[in-house]
């Protein structure tokens, strides 16, 4: 079995598009590191006055096309790696979809259930505070990702805002409309993923209704996934979050199941089907699998078994590069992760519009917009793929990578 971490595998993925692109070793080998790497004590006054001390990162990978930008994680397993390869492929993201950004990502070790929303608060307020010498509207912009949320992005707004003096919104995207977010940004990563898929199943000359969807992981990109899929036609025939899934080939209800989890925190145990384990879920009977939850779900152990014909990365890399190979060799339509859940960002981008312009825009502007990004990225990464004769991943990583090495080669190296 593989063992090569989240970091190895992005690194792998450049290096493959670097190899496409017959990119300079000089500019291939500086792509290769994060500009810079910050590592954080997160002190935290617990409810019962005891005080806990979190570990938190924030890393630019690469700041040549603009300020640098990428979300916060909060989750038990994050590791420095991890945030290095989620910001590294920030990089190549925001320069596919052609928005002005660099790659940053930050996250902290801690399981945000286990807190208290008091507890939770005082914890991102001073991990704020400690990421306040790189964090700015015109240096790095965070957002949320796996969780944190709005309200997070609210108290990190609000840190940033205090100790300046005046309100900043433009520090963070994915904030609550009230205080300068934008229209459509909190489904704007799920509303991508189902125009990638649209545009997938079009392509590949299937029909959106006839389609039965597998999604793993119901969190803001998951459940919205669904929600957005099923409006257009398509059968959710399973569906997961961190406690395990429900499969029914008849098709589920996404308005049941959320009616479900509200009241019991978790859509496993939903009735409308029987029970599966996540590990189940990714090898059901379907047409279209999307990864929508952690790194490193599809790997050499389970490819093989996966019944999907297209798979499109809600997550970011749910596939390890061996089950890349296999699904290549099995012809299956993988769209990778830089694209297909680029949508957010994409949002983020035009939040971050909005809030330097202080002028909003309503939610069929922001749709409209995202979505003709989103088809024309598409449109790209297919032709290169085509053209290149490289996987779609390859190909949307090369678009990405030269786009960057032409900002840094026009730059020049300092000094
Ligand atoms: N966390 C999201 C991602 O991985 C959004 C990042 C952003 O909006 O800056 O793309």
Request: aromatic fraction near 6%; include cysteine.
């Amino acid at each position: 079995m593989s063992t090569d971490t989240v970091w190895d595998v992005a690194l792998r993925q450049l290096d493959l598009a670097a190899e496409s692109l017959k990119l300079s070793p000089g500019v291939h080998e500086v792509l290769r590191h994060p500009r810079r790497t910050l590592e954080v004590s997160v002190p935290t006054r617990m409810d019962d006055g005891s005080i806990r001390v979190f570990k938190g990162y924030r890393v630019h990978h690469n700041t040549s096309r603009g300020p640098s930008k990428g979300g916060i994680r909060y989750h038990p397993s994050v590791t420095l790696e991890e945030i290095k390869a989620l910001a590294m492929w920030m990089t190549w993201k925001c320069a596919l979809v052609n928005i002005p950004f660099g790659g940053a990502k930050g996250g902290v070790v801690v399981d945000p259930g286990a807190l208290s929303a008091a507890e939770l608060e005082r914890m991102s307020r001073r991990y704020a505070s400690e990421i306040l010498p790189l964090i700015g509207p015109e240096k790095d912009i965070p957002a949320p990702d796996l969780g944190t949320n709005e309200q997070v992005m609210a108290w990190i707004m609000d840190t940033f805002s205090t100790r300046e003096g005046f309100s900043v919104p433009g520090v963070v995207t994915g904030k609550p409309l009230s205080i300068g977010g934008s229209a459509g940004r909190s489904q704007a990563t799920a509303r991508g993923v189902m125009y990638i898929t649209l545009a997938t199943l079009k392509h590949l000359g299937r029909s959106v209704e006839e389609a039965r969807v597998v999604v793993q992981g119901y969190g803001n990109v998951g459940a919205n996934t669904v929600e957005l899929l099923a409006d257009q036609g398509c059968m959710i025939v399973a569906a997961s979050d961190v406690h395990g899934g429900v499969y029914n080939p008849g098709g589920l209800s996404p308005h049941r199941m959320n009616r479900f989890k509200q009241e019991a925190g978790t859509i496993f145990g939903y009735e409308g089907g029987e029970r599966v384990s996540n590990a189940e879920l990714l090898e059901l009977d379907c047409d279209v699998l999307i990864p929508a939850a952690l790194e490193g779900q599809l790997t050499e152990e389970n490819a093989d078994r996966v019944a999907a014909s297209v798979i499109v990365e809600a997550a970011n890399g749910p596939t390890m590069p061996e089950a890349d190979e296999i699904f290549t060799e099995r012809g299956l339509t993988v769209v990778p992760d830089i694209l297909a859940n680029a949508g957010g960002v994409t949002v983020s981008y035009f939040e971050w519009v909005q809030d330097l312009q202080a002028y909003y825009w309503s939610e069929d502007e922001v749709n409209d917009r995202l979505r003709s990004i989103m088809e024309a990225s598409y449109v790209s990464v297919l032709g290169l793929a085509e053209d290149a004769k490289v996987s779609m991943r390859t190909a949307a990583t090369m678009l990405g990578v030269d786009r960057v090495a032409a900002a840094h080669r026009t730059r020049g190296l300092y000094p």
